[in-house]
């Protein structure tokens, strides 16, 4: 990871377990920091395991016959071509293409290193090397037996590379930093589910730039050492997004230095948000915030009545901002700018859905005063439709130099004001008022994101007839082209469709601890993970990948 994105690192020890390994008796060698033991070396007679890693790893043999690892000595003196010929490795996500070849693999013993070829991997060489118990040494020309060599250079698309095993020795190359990363996350769940990584080249890329995981913060608290768990989670699972909805009706959840009136009793505190946004970084995870708006706001508004929407009888609207004011535009421009600083990945969510003013059949009628805001700024034609849309694109403006996105149904139709060809539609519903199709937003030409919430919307306490989704039912029912229902929409605008987002949300906010609702997502994720990484019908079974999972992530 290059100088400028590092925080706290975690220690080299840390990670699944936080332990080094060791050789006991020598016949064995345990991995303590991943967690499992790698087992009896085979004898000089035996074949490889179920990954193509022969169990057998260096020459010398002891009173029973079974060969043993000595620290920089050949992995096996036996010619390759008396091995099986190599298997995939068995990873969550699977890799998408591995090349076989006979030769004894590599897994981790006593004196062998992880070493770069560049400063800027120095973050991934050291998490690795803990990981998986064996030292870290720098950056290093030289090559020995056992090594683990971390490189860039690859050629390909950014988050792609190649993973190498030949000659008893793993050489991870990336196009990028964060392809190397994901290159050591193979490695990781290799070594832990079997032992050790196949002989033969890996290449793998993922399918969608964006594999999120969206987190609901402001209806329930979630701790910060929860979410750095979470935090770890993702990134062994490649996911590169971490979306955080920390402002709603229910609580404002992260510390203000413009607005403190505004923030929720229990809330994160910056340092924590940094230490999150640290860690996420090291993982190759961009932070995702949101500010909902004009809708969703109740906690902002608690603080701030004068700003309330209210309907011509003087009632307030739920959670709505009056967007006929200069003030609330100010306000939340005021935090978006404040955050914009805690945040500096290059994405923001503007949110924009569920304005309840134009939940109504009249708002005009009804809300005289947004009536009239519209066919001041926009002309005599204009409605309320065409002022919520012109409020986006000047919260688009807010964080100008972002790549935003906003909810589907904060797109509105037959406005003489029309959304930013920019912003990015966050497809989760079809049940508003007016829905549209997803193709006619793909037609249009936008980008779309999936977070379809037929599959990927996980609402704690099940309330309007949502249900938990399982993983079994996204692993062999959706993909990135299903945006809506369970229907694909056609292949042509695949490109369009940047991936897809799995959301927790806390509607019921106390219906599950936090405990409950990280067990409840574990395979959901590893089956959006799967789908997001590849998009075709995975080979395996959906028992084969439930096992696969317990095993390796």
């Known amino acids: 990871m290059s100088r400028h994105r590092r925080g706290r690192r975690e220690s080299g020890g840390r990670g699944a377990g936080g332990r080094r390994g060791a050789v006991v008796a020598g016949a064995f060698v345990v991995t303590v920091g991943l967690g499992v033991g790698i087992g009896v070396w085979a004898s000089t007679s035996g074949s490889s395991g179920s990954s193509g890693a022969s169990s057998g790893s260096s020459t010398g043999a002891s009173a029973s016959g079974e060969t043993r690892s000595t620290p920089g000595t050949s992995p096996s003196t036996r010619p390759p071509s008396s091995y099986p010929l190599?298997?995939?490795?068995?990873?969550?996500?699977?890799?998408?293409?591995?090349?076989p070849a006979r030769g004894p693999g590599w897994r981790p013993a006593a004196g062998y290193r992880v070493v770069v070829d560049d400063s800027r991997l120095a973050d991934e060489g050291r998490l690795i090397a803990g990981e998986l118990g064996i030292a870290y040494g720098g950056e290093a020309a030289d090559a020995r037996a056992g090594d683990v060599r971390l490189e860039l250079g690859e050629d390909g698309p950014a988050e792609s590379y190649s993973m190498t095993v030949s000659g008893g020795r793993v050489i991870v190359s990336g196009a990028s930093e964060a392809g190397v990363f994901y290159g050591t996350r193979t490695l990781k769940q290799e070594v832990r589910g079997s032992g050790g990584a196949p002989e033969g080249v890996v290449r793998d890329a993922p399918a969608k730039p964006v594999r999120g995981f969206m987190l609901d913060i402001a209806r329930k608290n979630f701790s910060a050492a929860w979410i750095e768990d979470r935090v770890r989670e993702l990134?062994?699972?490649?996911?590169?997004?971490?979306?955080?909805?920390?402002?709603?009706?229910?609580?404002?959840?992260?510390?203000?230095?413009?607005?403190p009136e505004v923030v929720s009793k229990v809330h994160l505190t910056k340092a924590e948000v940094r230490?999150?946004?640290?860690?996420?970084?090291?993982?190759?995870?961009?932070?995702?915030?949101?500010?909902?708006?004009?809708?969703?706001?109740?906690?902002?508004?608690?603080?701030?009545?004068?700003?309330?929407?209210?309907n011509v009888n003087g009632v307030p609207t739920k959670g709505a901002i009056d967007i006929s004011k200069a003030a609330s535009a100010r306000i939340v421009d005021e935090l978006l700018g404040e955050y914009a600083e805690l945040f500096p990945g290059s994405d923001w969510h503007l949110g924009g859905d569920e304005y309840q003013a134009l939940t109504v059949p009249n708002p005009g009628a009804l809300y005289p005063q947004l009536a009239t805001a519209a066919r001041d700024e926009y002309g005599?034609?204009?409605?309320?439709?065409?002022?919520?849309?012109?409020?986006?694109?000047?919260?688009?403006?807010?964080?100008?130099?972002?790549?935003?996105?906003?909810?589907?149904?904060?797109?509105?139709?037959?406005?003489?004001?029309?959304?930013d060809q920019g912003i990015q539609v966050a497809y989760w519903t079809g049940k508003e008022i007016g829905a549209r199709k997803p193709v006619e937003y793909l037609a249009a030409g936008r980008q779309v994101v999936n977070y379809n919430d037929e599959f990927l919307?996980?609402?704690?306490?099940?309330?309007?007839?949502?249900?938990?989704?399982?993983g079994q039912r996204i692993y062999e029912r959706w993909n990135p082209r299903v945006l809506r229902g369970t229907t694909e929409v056609p292949a042509t605008y695949d490109s369009q469709i940047l991936g897809g987002v799995f959301a927790v949300w806390c509607d019921l906010s106390n219906s599950q601890t936090q405990a409950q609702v990280a067990a409840g997502i574990r395979m959901p994720l590893r089956a959006t993970a799967q789908k997001l990484w590849d998009a075709r019908q995975p080979k395996l079974s959906w028992a084969r990948f439930r096992e696969l999972a317990g095993r390796v992530s």
């Open 86 to 99: 190599s298997t995939a490795p068995r990873t969550v996500p699977a890799v998408t293409s591995h090349t």
């Open 235 to 259: 990134g062994d699972l490649k996911f590169n997004q971490l979306g955080l909805h920390f402002s709603d009706d229910q609580g404002f959840r992260i510390a203000s230095d413009t607005h």
């Open 275 to 310: 230490s999150i946004v640290s860690l996420a970084a090291s993982r190759h995870i961009e932070i995702v915030p949101e500010i909902d708006s004009p809708g969703h706001l109740g906690a902002v508004l608690a603080a701030h009545p004068e700003l309330r929407l209210r």
């Open 380 to 419: 005599a034609g204009a409605g309320v439709a065409d002022l919520a849309t012109g409020w986006l694109n000047d919260r688009a403006k807010a964080v100008a130099g972002r790549t935003v996105r906003a909810w589907n149904d904060g797109f509105y139709q037959g406005t003489s004001v029309q959304a």
């Open 457 to 470: 919307y996980y609402v704690l306490g099940e309330p309007n007839t949502f249900v938990y989704p399982t």
